[in-house]
C-alpha cells in the first residue's frame, strides 16, 4: 500500500531521531545558552525504545517507506544503535539505513555499525580550523580526529560518505574550498547547507544566509565544475562534479531554492510524535497505538494524507506575519 499527501507526494524517506541530547553545542543548533531549555525537555527514559521505534519504521514501510535515516541530537549516544540497525535492514521494504552523526563517538562503534548494515553515512563538519570548530560546535573536540573517522569511513564498506557543513555568513564561508581541498579526491562528498530557520533558539536572521549561488562563484574561481543529474526524485542536494574527474560536491539550498514540492520525508521525534515538516510547530502523538498495529498503520496513513507541509515555499509570508511563531527544534527531530 503507497500513500500520497495533499500535494501527491509520496512518502519515501523516514527520519528517526534517537534523542535529543547532544554533546556539541553547535550555535546554529543547539546554542551552549539554551543548555537549561534542553535539559527540561531531554528525557531519556521517556525516549522511545528500539522494540517500538522498529513498529513505526515497519509502518511506514508498509506505506512506502524504503529509507532510514537514523539522526538526534547525536544518535551515537544511544547505546546499541547497531542492533537497531540490524533490526531495522530485516523489516521488508526498508533497502537502505543511513546515520546523520557529529562523529565525536562514532570511532569505537564504526565496525559494528557497518557489520550491522548500515549503508550510508553523513558526518557534520563545518570547519576545518580548529579554532573555528571549536567556536562553532560549543566544544574543544579535535577535527583531525573527525577528518580521521570520515576517512576510515570512505575506506570502509560503507556504500556513501558524506561530509554536512552549514554555512553561516562571516562565519565560516572561508572555509568552503579548504574543505573541499581536503575532500576532492577522496569519494567523500561535501554538502554545502545555507543555515536554516529551523527552531527558535538559534535566532536565525536571512542576513546570516549565504546563498548556495554564492558559494558556487566561489568555488568556480577554484576548480572548473558542472551540474550533476539528481539520482533520486527528492534529493535534497544539487550535485556539482569536478571536470578535472576528481569526484562531486553538494549545494542543500532550502532557503534560497526550496525543495519542498517532493519531500518525501517524515520525521519520529524521540518520544514518538511523526513530524511531517522539518519546520512543523508540533507533531502527531503515535504512542498510544504502538501496540495496536492496525490502528497504528491506519493513523500513519491519515497523517501522511492529511499533509499539505510547504514551509520552505511559504517562508517569505509567513515570516512577514509571524516571524515569532513557534517551530520544533533541529535537535528534537534531527536533519
Ligand atoms: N548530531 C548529528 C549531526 O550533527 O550530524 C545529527 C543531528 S543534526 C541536527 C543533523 C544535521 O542538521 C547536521 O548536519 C547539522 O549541521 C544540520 N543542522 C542543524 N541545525 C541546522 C540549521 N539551523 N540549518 C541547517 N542545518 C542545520
Ligand atoms: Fe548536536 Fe548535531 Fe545539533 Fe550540532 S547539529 S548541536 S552536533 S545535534
Ligand atoms: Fe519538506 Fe517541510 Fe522542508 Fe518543505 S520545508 S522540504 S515540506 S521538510
Known sequence: MTVTDQLNRPVKDLRISLTDRCQFRCTYCLPAEHVDVMRQQSQPENHMSFADIIKVTAAFAELGVSKIRLTGGEPLLR??????????????????VALTTNAGLLDPVLDDLIDAGLDRITISLDAIEQDLFEQITG????????LQSIHRC???????VKVNCVVQKNINEHQVIPLLSHFRGTGVVVRFIEFMDV?????????????????LNQITTKWPIKPKAASQIGEVANRYEFIDGQGEFGMISSISEPFCHDCNRARLSPSGEVFTCLF?????????LLNTPDQLLDAISQIWQGRADQYSVQRQNILKTNNKHKKIEMFMIGG
Open 139 to 146: 566544544t574543544q573536540f579535535a577535527v583531525d580526529k573527525i
Open 199 to 215: 527552531g527558535n533558539l538559534n535566532q536565525w536572521q536571512s542576513n546570516q544566509v549565504v546563498n548556495s549561488a554564492d558559494l
Open 79 to 96: 547505546k546499541g544503535v547497531d542492533s537497531l540497525i540490524k533490526s531495522i535492514k530485516k523489516i521488508k521494504g526498508i533497502d537502505e
Open 280 to 288: 512543523a510547530a508540533s507533531g502527531h502523538d503515535i504512542k498510544p
Open 154 to 160: 570512505a575506506g570502509s564498506a560503507l556504500k556513501q
